[in-house]
């Protein structure tokens, strides 16, 4: 089943959408729009520049897509420039976003079995390299978000993905292992059968956290054990590490950066409103 | 026409005048005289570096080209270093730097047209690419001026040339469009004849604003008009926007890294006398 | 005579131990597994992805050695995680230390003789390039400081190792020019005989500056001389410039980056103790 046009339309428009909760990337948009639109590119087509990044080949090999690249244009175009904001207030209200979203995670497990088969290719027994393909493939601009904030003229140090891993990023790095696995034949599952369940659990969970405006992650309790017994953490920690919990406890004071891609709606509309 | 060494020649002291203008490089040169070599092969060669990262070849294949890099190296030695400051105020005395500037500009537009021809080359229909790398060839050090500045330890995040555009970077990126036209043949000139037109308006253009000590930039006027259809912005924001007119008016305070490749030959006397 | 795992093995635990030295990397590797692991990962193999990097080769390449990966990741996990600091207090043990110390410039040497050769297969005439692969790959991790250091959080754009260079970051560069002018027949001496004598320059005075916790260089005084003659810079600054004498006098206050690799046994343990 070909992603192209309606699945990864929906990607674009939910990545897209995403860079303009960003505080300051609508006046951003208004004074340098060469600067968010490399902003918007890398938002669409940021885990094809990394993969291609991490694997030697040409970083802009995907730009040769022509009619990819204009759709995503198109999209940043009416997200940013559109008259009296119309399509950003259909592509944000929350039906229609929660579709959206749940396209975008097709498509992003989609991504992350690719680069693992990719890197399967160019490295046999590399099973290290397929994860890191993967995960990359999977977790886009946001393993880059500090350099694409310093195109904007934001730079936030003492923070980033890796150092505090939001649910899709974390997501993608279990599904990259699970897709490795399955390529090296040690889980016992055909690729179809897993490409189905990881996107219909991705969908799921990105529908539900958005839908409850949470932050949190399935993967809290879980996590909280094993880093106890391997790392020696305390157990109880989980929570506030993760900064936040998934049932719809009252959201905590949160770093602006953590909740990029978690935010709750409404703090969002009222951050994009006071940007423009 | 060749292009070494005379035009080559002209294009380094350009290059590494400019960086002797830069706030700090004297000193930088005097403490650690290896970190502002790298700055100066950055000056000289950051354009084929760019290119290369982008086509995903060796970033540092054009250091092969022994005697170019060596001519390089010893400009950089005369500027910084000839004593008595000789070097430098004979390549910094107008009417000398004129006619370097307009040499560079030879230069420059040649490497927009080289780098559309190799993407072109490599990708036959991805006029996308072909507009990067053109563009990324004739804008050079400016694209990466954020971390050539984190070599000489300058941190400045709140800008960079993508959110404000100097003249060459957009004169660049036009320059890269038009060519990308003529190599697809939806521009029906001779490569030659808009080579021929592209140095010419280049030369004079950058000629004028060198003597002129003027920042400003030709395309104003229609990038306002643009600017305005496209993205709605207000008609009367495009000069302050690029902080200038293109007429010798008072020179309004202006931000340090903007004023980079532009600033008038009085601001950067005093300025690189203050630094050493 | 191979390197794996005898000789690999002490370099990863140097590497490693050097990483629990850094301010702040152990609350990192509680908080944060993932990113204390990467950052252990750029300490061992960053030599490689540099060099891959810098020959436009896959970054990742080097993952594809799986023992490796696990037997650093194994070191990581003994430095950081192991019951009562055990496996730290026990390498970090002076006399243990120094074994492995030396045991490193071993490998650090193979590296650069390596990365020069390497890069003569790719550009037979291309020393420059040679050099630089050559000093990449016995520096590693330390040219990419600022951006290792991002990775937990950590800024410090006033500095870095181009700008300051550390002893092993000298001796790196002066290595890769002596194997290029053998590599090059320049240098009339077989490549065993250069190796020998380089391995025990370096493993000599990386003991002795580790013994007597000096943060010096063994080429202050001909540096300092170069320098006059080349840059004109007063000859008496040689000291300052470089933080510090090889004689262990009274140790002045000194930058936080500098002393990374140099930094006395006894700052090292009440940093790492007050980062605990």
Redesign the interface.
Known sequence: MGMFPVFDLAYYIVSILYLKYEPGSAE????????SW?CAMLYCFGSYILA??????????Y??Y?SH?LLASAVWYLVF?CPLNLFYKCVAFMPVKLVLVALKEVVRTRKIAAGVHHAHH??H?????MI??GYVKGSGVALMS?FEQ??????R????E????SFPTKAS?YGAILFTLQETHLLPVSKCTLICLFTLFMATSKVILTARHSHGSPFILIESWV?HL????PLGSGEE?HHGSPTPAPVAPISPVKCKEDLGEGTRKRKSKKAE
Chains 1, 2, 3 share one sequence.
């Open positions: 951003v948009a208004r004074k340098s729009p060469a600067a490399v291609d990044i991490f694997l030697g080949s040409c970083p802009v090999d730009f040769q022509n690249i420039f160019a490295y027994n590399g099973w290290i390299i890191i393909v500090n310093l195109l904007r003229g934001v730079w140090p003492e923070t980033n890796i150092l505090s891993m790095l880093c391997l790392f020696g953490s590490e």
